[in-house]
C-alpha cells in the first residue's frame, strides 16, 4: 500500500463532496435535526429546553441512530459500482495503484466528509451545552460524538462492500435501503420476537450478545451504559450483562464493524 | 491462430539492439472464458516495440477483453501476459504500469474538476511531476480551457482531455481503445500527428478502432481477430497478398466502346487457367462511366497487356488495393454489407 495514492485518491472524494455541496447540506440536517430534538427531547416527559447533558445525549442517541445510517448509507452505495457504471473504474484501475489503494482510499475520503458534516452539526449542540452548563460533562458528550461517528463509518463501510458487490447503481441503492431497515428497524424486533415467541426459554442469555451483530445497537449500548441516568432511562440495566457495559470493549466492536465489511470489500474486488 | 494467415513473422529483420529483442508486449496461450464462453481463445501475440498495432474485430470478437487483460484489468483464465518482459500483473506491476498510457473507449472523467484539476490527480496517481500537466493539456490542445470545470467540455474536448492523462509520465506502451471517437476532422488530423511523433520517440502503441479506413494507413502491423482467436496478423499490404484478395478495376470507356472491352475481357478470361482464384471476378459490370470488374492480383499485368489494344478508346484505368475493410471482411468470417450501385 503506498500512502500516497491513497491520499491523493481520499482528498479527491472529500473535495467532490465538498464542491457539490454534500458536506453543507448534511451538516445543515444535522444542525437543525440535532438542535431541534436536543430542545424538544424531554418534550414525552412533559418538559422542553436543555436539562442536562445526559438527558440531551438521550435525545440525540435515537437520532443518530435512524440519520447516521441512512447519510452513510446513501453517501458510500454507489463508490465503486457508481465508477464501473459511469466506465470510469477501468481508467483508475489500469493507473500504478492496487484494488485495495482505490478501496482505501475512496473510504477515507468518503468517511472524512461525512465526519465533517456530523462534527459541524453536533458541535453546534456541543456550543450549546457548554454555554449552558460549562465544561462539565462535555466529556461524555464527546465519547457519545466519537461513538456517532464509529457508528457512520461502520455503516459506510457497510456501504462500500455492498458497492463492491453489487452489479450497478440501482441494485446497491436497494440493497443500501434494506440494510437500513434491517439494522435500524427489524433486526432489534426480531430478536424481542424471538426472545418473546420462545418465552425467554432458549437463547436468553446469548440475546445480549446478539446485539453485537447489530453496530445501530452497539452505538446504542455504548451510549445508555456509559451514563447512569440513561441506563435508568432506558430500563435495560436489566437485561445487558456487565461484559458488555465496558466502552471500550464497544469501541473494539464497533471497530470491527468498520474493519470486516471494508476486509469484505476487498477480498471481493479481484479482477 | 491460422498459420496461413499470418505474416510477418519470418520477416522480420534480426533487432541490432539485445532490449530490442524483447517484445513490447507479449502473450502465450492467453484464455478467458466465462463460463461457457470463450471470449478469448489462446491467443499468442507478440508487438514489438515501437510498433504501431492495430487491433479490430467485430463486437463480441474479444477485443475489448483482450485490451482488459494486457492493462491487468482482467485476469486471464490460463496465460501469460508480458509488458517489457514483467508481467502485468504481481509484484512489479507498478512499475509496468508506469509505463503504460491508456485511453479507454469512452472517456468518462469527473464533472465537477477542471481540465488541470484533473490531470493533477492523474499525475499522482501516476507519481508524475504535476508540472508536467499543463504541457500535457497544450500537446492536445486544450490549454485555453485548462481551467474550465469538464462538466462544460464537449465530447471531443474529453476525448483529448483523456488522450492527455493517457500520455502523463511519457508512457512506453500505449493502449486506445476508439481513440477518435467524437474527435472532428482536425482533431483527428492532430491526434495522428501526436501519434506519429510518438511513434518516432518509439513508442509502442496499440489501437483498436472500427474506422478502419483510419488505422489502414497508420499501423505498422494489425491481428484481425474473430471469436476470441486472431485470424489473420501481419502488416495491411502481407494480409492483402496472402489472402489474394482481388484488385479493384474500374475502366472509364465511351459507351460506344463498351462491346469492345467486354469482348477483350472474355478473351482474357479463357486464356487464364481455369483453376487461377478470382478469375471469375474478371467478368466486368457496366458502370456509368465504363466498366467495373475484380482482377486477380496475379492477373494484374495479363490485363494491362490485355487491355493494351484498346489505345486511346481506354479514357482511364483506376486499380484499387483491397481496404482494411476488405481484409477485415474476408478475414472475421462474415459477409460483407451489399454496396450500394455506384
Known sequence: MEARQILALAAKELRDRLRNRWVLAVALVFVVFSLVIAYAGGAQQGAVGLRSIEFTIASLVSLVIYLVPLIALLLGFDAIVGERERGSLDLLLALPITRGELLLGKYLGLAAALALAMLAGLAAVGGVLWQQFGRAGLFHYAGFVGSALLLGLAFLSLAVALSVVARDRTRASGLAIMLWFFFVLVFDLLLLGALVASGGSYGGEAFPYLLLLNPADVFRILNVFSLDDMRSLYGLTSIVPPALANPWLMAVAMLAWIVAPLGLASWRFKP | ?342
Open chain 2, 1 to 342: 491462430m491460422r498459420a496461413d494467415f499470418v505474416a510477418g513473422a519470418a520477416a522480420a529483420a534480426p533487432p541490432a539492439d539485445p532490449a530490442a529483442d524483447t517484445p513490447a508486449i507479449r502473450l502465450r496461450g492467453v484464455h478467458k472464458h466465462y463460463g461457457a464462453l470463450h471470449a478469448v481463445d489462446g491467443i499468442d501475440l507478440d508487438i514489438r516495440r515501437g510498433e504501431v498495432f492495430g487491433l479490430i474485430g467485430h463486437n463480441g470478437a474479444g477485443k475489448s477483453t483482450l485490451f482488459k487483460m494486457m492493462l491487468g484489468l482482467v485476469a486471464p483464465t490460463a496465460g501469460q501476459i508480458h509488458i517489457a518482459g514483467a508481467p502485468v500483473s504481481g509484484r512489479g506491476f507498478r512499475a509496468v504500469r508506469r509505463g503504460i498510457g491508456y485511453l479507454p473507449e469512452n472517456v468518462v472523467l469527473w464533472d465537477n474538476l477542471s481540465g488541470l484539476e484533473t490531470l493533477r490527480f492523474f499525475a499522482r496517481l501516476k507519481d508524475v511531476p504535476a508540472a508536467e500537466c499543463p504541457a500535457a493539456l497544450d500537446r492536445v490542445g486544450l490549454a485555453h480551457a485548462a481551467n474550465r470545470p469538464v462538466r462544460e467540455y464537449s465530447k471531443g474536448m474529453r476525448q483529448r482531455l483523456g488522450f492527455a492523462q493517457a500520455l502523463l509520465g511519457a508512457p512506453q506502451v500505449l493502449f486506445l481503445d476508439e481513440p477518435t471517437t467524437g474527435l472532428d476532422p482536425q482533431a483527428i488530423r492532430a491526434f495522428y500527428d501526436t501519434l506519429a511523433t510518438l511513434r518516432g520517440q518509439g513508442v509502442t502503441m496499440v489501437l483498436s478502432s472500427h474506422i478502419l479506413a483510419e488505422l489502414q494507413a497508420r499501423v505498422d502491423r494489425l491481428a484481425v481477430l474473430s471469436a476470441g482467436r486472431v485470424q489473420a496478423l501481419g502488416s495491411v499490404q502481407q494480409l492483402r497478398e496472402l489472402h489474394e484478395l482481388p484488385l479493384a478495376v474500374a475502366l472509364r470507356l465511351a459507351p460506344t466502346d463498351l462491346p469492345a472491352a467486354e469482348a477483350t475481357l472474355a478473351t482474357l478470361r479463357q486464356a487464364l487457367p481455369a483453376g487461377l482464384p478470382g478469375v471469375a471476378g474478371l467478368a466486368p459490370q457496366r458502370t456509368a462511366d465504363g466498366l467495373q470488374l475484380h482482377c486477380p492480383r496475379a492477373a494484374k499485368m495479363a490485363l494491362l497487356q490485355a487491355l493494351a489494344p484498346l489505345g486511346p478508346r481506354l479514357l482511364d484505368v483506376l486499380i484499387t488495393e483491397p481496404s482494411l475493410e476488405d481484409l477485415f471482411f474476408a478475414n472475421a468470417g462474415h459477409t460483407r454489407p451489399p454496396q450500394e450501385p455506384r
